[in-house]
């Protein structure tokens, strides 16, 4: 697909989602849950979106609206400069996702040879007679011995499944691969192995990455920019440089300062998250994170603080986001220069 040019590979403009769930058998009236609230964001060829916050805010319902799993209540999605409303073949292969747990998503009575080739079928990639060496070479770019296309899902270790999963996403020539908490359910001592191999092919590819993650270190690690969600809602937004260096709404600084950043001279310093998050069936009047916030005033229950610059290219919604200034919060200012990596660096 041409490109329009300089459009990113995928922008979403004020997209929402709200669920319906029936309260009981008894009661008709229906609780609704806003899952996903007026979230705009772009991603260009080459870079990484990271789109961070705790269970239940929001961050795989963006993921399967922008796949046209879920079909978004209202806003807008772009493929490269152009609307996209429902799952096109052509959507189906340019955004490709690697998921969790990739024992989940792999069928587990086909060998890895017929799950490698159902999607090069289904996108007629190449003739059937070119389909085993075009399989072969994924399984050697995602670093595993060809041999393993003989084998069942469950004959492979969660590390190697995970490469399968990857094998299967850049088969197809994809522009955008969301990754959805990718290495979370992998053993601590392989998920850096994953990493750089999704960053090797990032490169190699020149991909665009939607990853969805809760874990700051590696979002630090891999990402161009952030996005921070809070109950369906993105509160903060930014480079990930600006980001890590003063990041600009209580929520975030409560993720980081609850993080588990080895050097504790790069903690931040700020009240960790406490509280549990507000119901998203009766969510509080003004700010969501009113609830759970060190600095919440009278204003924060009465008005809604709208998403908005608050620096080039930073956003926050926080009616206190201009008192929250970058040396109030480090123990050492020249701390998150160091702590992040502005080009991701295999690790
Ligand atoms: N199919 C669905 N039906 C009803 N509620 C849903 C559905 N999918 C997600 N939700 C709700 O929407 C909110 C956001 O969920 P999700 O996007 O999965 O969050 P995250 O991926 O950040 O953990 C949660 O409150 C979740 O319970
Ligand atoms: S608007 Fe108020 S309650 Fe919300 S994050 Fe800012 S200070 Fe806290
Ligand atoms: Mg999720």
């Given amino acids: 697909m041409k490109r329009a040019a300089d459009a990113p590979v995928i922008a979403v403009k004020n997209l929402a989602k709200r669920f319906k769930l029936r309260q009981s058998w008894l009661k ?69 996702m690697v998921f969790q747990d990739p024992y989940a998503s792999l069928t587990p009575h086909f060998r890895i040879e017929s799950i490698l080739r159902e999607p090069l079928v289904v996108h007629r990639i190449c003739p059937p007679n070119e389909m085993r060496d075009r399989i072969g070479a994924s399984i050697t770019a995602v670093g595993l011995p060809v041999d393993v296309m003989s084998r069942y899902p469950h004959e492979l270790s969660g590390g190697q499944r995970q ?10 020539n994809p522009e955008l691969i969301i990754c959805d908490e990718p290495v979370s359910a992998l053993d601590v001592s392989i998920r850096s192995q994953i990493i750089n191999l999704l960053l090797d092919l ?11 993650s809760h874990d700051l270190d590696l979002v630090a690690h891999v990402s161009d920019f952030v996005a921070v969600m809070y109950l369906g809602k993105i509160v903060e937004q930014a480079a990930t440089e600006k980001f890590f260096a003063g990041p600009r709404h209580p929520y975030s600084r409560a993720l980081l300062a609850s993080s588990l950043v080895p050097d504790p001279k790069k903690r931040i310093q700020f009240a960790p998250l406490s509280g549990e998050v507000a119901s998203p069936t009766e969510l509080p009047t003004g700010c969501s994170f009113r609830t759970r916030c060190p600095l919440a005033i009278d204003k924060c229950a009465r008005v809604e603080p709208p998403l908005q610059a608050i620096g080039e290219g930073h956003l926050s919604a926080c009616h206190r986001a201009g008192e929250l200034v970058s040396s109030e919060m480090l123990t050492d200012p020249s701390a998150p220069q160091s702590a992040i990596n502005p080009q991701p660096e295999r690790i």
């Fill in 163 to 172: 490469r399968i999963g990857i094998a299967r996403a850049i088969s197809v």
């Fill in 28 to 96: 008709r009236d229906k609780l609704v849950v806003r899952a996903v609230d007026d979230v705009s964001f772009e991603i260009a060829a080459g870079s990484t979106m990271a789109l961070v916050g705790e269970s239940g805010c929001g961050k795989s319902t963006t993921a399967k609206l922008i796949l046209q799993l879920v079909k978004p209540d209202s806003g807008e999605i772009y493929l490269n400069g152009e609307p996209v409303s429902e799952a096109t073949p052509q959507l189906r292969q340019k955004v490709q």
């Fill in 202 to 212: 990032q490169q190699s590819h020149n991909l665009a990455f939607l990853f969805i």
